[in-house]
């Protein structure tokens, strides 16, 4: 393949690219130290187990955490799996009269599903609506939270479809007001958006490797320890990170982690100004090409560099895909988007059905370029024109969509 017609990833929700740097602080891990850092009765084991406690600071310090605060995990999956379930099992082992876990609709599945499966063990999830600019009505959780005694929320930071950032320090004083748990998916919004995990006043917080420009396989889960929050884990074994999470530590994929979190520290403000420059420059290109564009959700309220965007004409998000083969984008979240069923995050927020199937995530990172924006808003503009053409050589209708109500 030529430079030219290289793919342009646009897809940075999904995934990010491993940064260099962090392939690099890796590398030794995998091939001359290999030790498990379980074995602390070697030297080499030693090295090991120091050289994931130098990342655990990393990640900490990236969330304003303490190291014994932080859990590896597999991902932010697990990690979201360990906080909601482990919480519940603890607290009812404990005898709690909460028995609420409330949560929002346009949750990440693995929170979504980890709550709606403590039905089965004697709780009462609750999915909030948010409003149609995807932020969540304080009053509605105030209502809710006043209802019923509640053990624990869930609200997202960064919504991984249309790229919404809620009010984590309102909510958090809200959900405290209230003696519940408050945990946080932060896997997208970790070097995005600033994150303190005093500010916000987060029991519990989840991150991903892979979505920090770190590999894949690797997350963390953060639990406060003043005041102490307790989790029944979610695994048996040899009780590795405080017995919360048995399995011995890939040793590479958390250096990598680190190493990710450290530059994310770093850097995360400078590349938040370059993103969303990049960003609102796509976008000018493709308002421009497409009259009647739609932006979803909130525009004040979104992280640097995400757009959700309708296209209009009565075409679908899998026709500008196919006429546009070159760019790397998706539907909406990478886990359900081979699903024909529009995005449940767009039905959220009440787009009309065909408007939410002609939408598209963007998702610009690190190591977009200006001209691959550039690139991506003429091809899938071009391939707009095209499905149009063919769409009304079908005969289909021409209807326009909704315009958000942030807009
Ligand atoms: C990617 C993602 C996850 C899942 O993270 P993994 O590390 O891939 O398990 C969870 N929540 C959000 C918001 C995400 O974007």
């Known amino acids: 393949m030529t430079r030219a017609n290289r793919p342009i990833y646009l897809d940075n929700h999904a995934t990010t690219p491993a940064d260099p740097r962090v392939l690099a602080a890796m590398r030794p891990w995998w091939e001359e130290n ?159 958006i600033p994150l303190d995990v005093a500010e916000i006043r987060a029991d519990l917080l989840s991150l991903s490797g892979h979505k920090v420009y770190g590999p894949k396989g690797i997350g963390a889960l953060y639990v406060r320890r003043r005041p102490r929050v307790r989790l029944a884990p979610l695994f048996s074994g040899g009780g590795q990170e405080r017995g919360l999470r048995s399995g011995t530590l890939p040793a590479p994929l958390v250096v990598g982690f680190g190493e990710a979190c450290r530059i994310a520290a770093l850097e995360g403000p400078l590349d938040t100004g370059r993103i969303a420059g990049q960003r609102d420059r796509f976008r000018s290109a493709l308002e421009a090409a497409v009259p009647g564009l739609v932006v979803n959700g909130s525009t004040e309220a979104r992280v640097a560099g995400n757009l959700s965007v309708s296209f209009p004409g009565g075409v679908t998000a899998q026709d500008i895909m196919a006429a546009a083969p070159e760019v790397c984008v998706s539907t909406g979240s990478a886990c359900s988007s081979a699903e024909v069923e529009p995005s449940y995050v767009l039905q959220a927020l009440d787009l009309p059905p065909a408007q939410a199937r002609a939408t598209l995530r963007i998702g610009v990172g690190r190591f977009t370029s200006p001209l691959d924006v550039d690139r991506a808003a003429a091809a899938l503009a071009a391939a707009w024109r095209r499905a149009m053409e063919s769409s009304d050589s079908n005969g289909a209708s021409g209807d326009t969509p909704r315009t958000s109500a942030a807009e």
Request: glycine fraction near 8%.
């Open 34 to 192: 290999f030790a498990n850092p379980g074995s602390v009765e070697h030297e080499m084991g030693r090295a090991a187990e120091a050289a994931v406690a130098e990342a655990r600071a990393h990640v900490a310090e990236l969330i304003g955490a303490e190291p014994s605060e932080i859990l590896f995990t597999s991902g932010a999956t697990e990690a979201n799996n360990l906080a909601i379930k482990g919480a519940a099992r603890f607290a009812a082992a404990q005898g709690t009269e909460r028995r609420r876990v409330i949560t929002l609709a346009t949750e990440h599945k693995c929170v979504l599903e980890s709550v709606k499966d403590l039905k089965a063990e004697g709780f009462e999830p609750v999915i909030l609506p948010v409003r149609a600019d995807g932020l969540l009505d304080l009053t509605v959780l105030e209502a809710a939270l006043a209802e019923a005694p509640t053990l624990l929320v869930s609200v997202m930071a960064v919504n991984n479809e249309i790229g919404v950032v809620q009010d984590l320090e309102a909510i958090g004083a809200l959900v405290k007001h209230h003696g519940a748990l408050f945990h946080t998916d932060a896997a997208q919004a970790a070097g995005r």
